[in-house]
Nanobody, 123 residues
Framework: QVQLVESGGGLVQAGGSLRLSCIAS????????MGWYRRAPGKQRELVAT???????NYADSVKGRFTISRDNAKNTVSLQMDSLKPEDTAVYYC?????????????????WGQGTQVTVSS
């Protein structure tokens, strides 16, 4: 009912930058929080950054000062600008949205996930 598609992953050297983008589509009525999570090899998925519909942000301590999350409510998109990348940032990055569809009209919100995009930072 809601699809999330990420783009922008790739291979970059340590100290470099990448920008991830995610677009939500489908039977969207409303989106609350949007965010980015990541799963590194052998580790559990962890929060990277979230942003509310009003623009309030939250970051993992490990990325504060290096990553910036932003969104465009009109276009249902969320982006993650990643600067000063480190090898430990290597992971599959997932887009997430807390969304309500036109079937539930804001009475119910569910978590939706993208399929992930690989980010690899070489040392």
């Amino acid at each position: 009912q809601v699809q999330l598609v990420e783009s922008g992953g790739g291979l970059v050297q340590a100290g470099g930058s990448l920008r991830l983008s995610c677009i939500a589509s489908g039977l969207i009525f409303s989106i609350n929080d949007m965010g980015w999570y990541r799963r590194a090899p052998g580790k559990q998925r962890e929060l990277v950054a979230t942003i509310t519909s009003r623009g309030s942000t939250n970051y993992a301590d490990s990325v504060k000062g290096r990553f910036t999350i932003s969104r465009d409510n009109a276009k249902n998109t969320v982006s993650l600008q990643m600067d000063s990348l480190k090898p430990e940032d290597t992971a599959v990055y997932y887009c997430n949205a807390d969304a309500s569809t036109i079937k539930t009209m804001g009475r119910r919100f569910d978590d939706y996930w993208g399929q992930g995009t690989q980010v690899t930072v070489s040392s």
